[in-house]
């Protein structure tokens, strides 16, 4: 069974600082990988996905992330956090095709003021 | 807003009831997900249903079953409902297995 690692359970920082939110998976075959954030209140929205192509991939809202496939990685990135961004932040892993999505168990990111 | 909606917000019920949550899909999506999402944890699959069939199941007990309507709206059924279950239910519709749009959730509370 697939599995996803978040070794960063709760992240602070000021605003205009860089973020990086690690994400390891264990699936040794093709994965789709998903970061989704959940904002205070609010409903879970995907970020960003990657399924093939450029290991680098844009999502919404300035954030970006790399698919690093030796090292099992899907590490989240942004180089200015503002004090919007402070969300729970869950990165997910399916197989192409598979119906279920598997879910690390979330970043909570604070940024201060 | 994704266009997913679930009735109801909140519920509280006791051990051993049975509880009955509903979802409304995006429009045009034939694709429904359920998870789990207990406190402090990232979500679990339950099960999935596709044009009204269960098209896929987590490692959920029997007591755990949905339903999937002609219109794509579903319902999760909770049987002998235990302290455990409680947890934010959410609900996901797709058109793909590879993009799932999620609900706001029914918070569930079982004394």
């Known amino acids: 069974a697939q599995s996803v690692s978040q070794h960063n359970h709760h992240v602070i920082l000021s605003e205009a600082a860089s973020l990086e939110l690690g994400c390891n998976y264990s699936?040794?075959?093709?994965?789709?990988l998903f970061w989704y954030v959940q904002y205070p209140g609010q409903h879970l929205q995907l970020l960003l996905k990657?399924?093939?192509?450029?290991?680098l991939v844009k999502g919404i809202k300035g954030f970006e992330a790399e698919f690093i496939k030796s090292k099992f990685s899907f590490n989240l990135r942004k180089p200015s956090v503002q004090w919007s961004d402070t969300a729970e932040y869950f990165c997910a892993v399916n197989e192409p095709g598979a119906n279920n999505l598997f879910f690390g168990t979330g970043t909570r990111l604070t940024v201060i003021p | 807003e994704t266009g997913v909606t679930q009735s109801p917000t909140h519920l509280i019920k006791t051990r051993g009831q049975q509880v009955t949550l509903r979802c409304s899909s995006q429009?045009?999506?034939?694709?429904v997900s359920w998870y789990q999402q207990a406190l402090g944890q990232g979500p679990q699959f339950i099960f999935q249903y596709y044009r009204e069939e269960e098209n896929g199941r987590g490692n959920f007990p029997p007591r755990f079953s949905g339903l999937q309507f002609p219109n794509y709206s579903s319902e999760l059924n909770v049987n002998a409902l235990e302290l455990d279950d409680s947890a934010l239910y959410l609900c996901?519709?797709?058109?793909?297995?590879?993009?799932?749009?999620f609900g706001p959730g029914t918070r569930l509370t079982v004394l």
């Open positions: 699936y040794g075959g093709t994965v789709n």
């Open positions: 990657y399924f093939s192509g450029d290991p």
């Open positions: 429009s045009g999506h034939n694709t």
């Open positions: 996901a519709s797709s058109l793909s297995v590879n993009e799932q749009f």
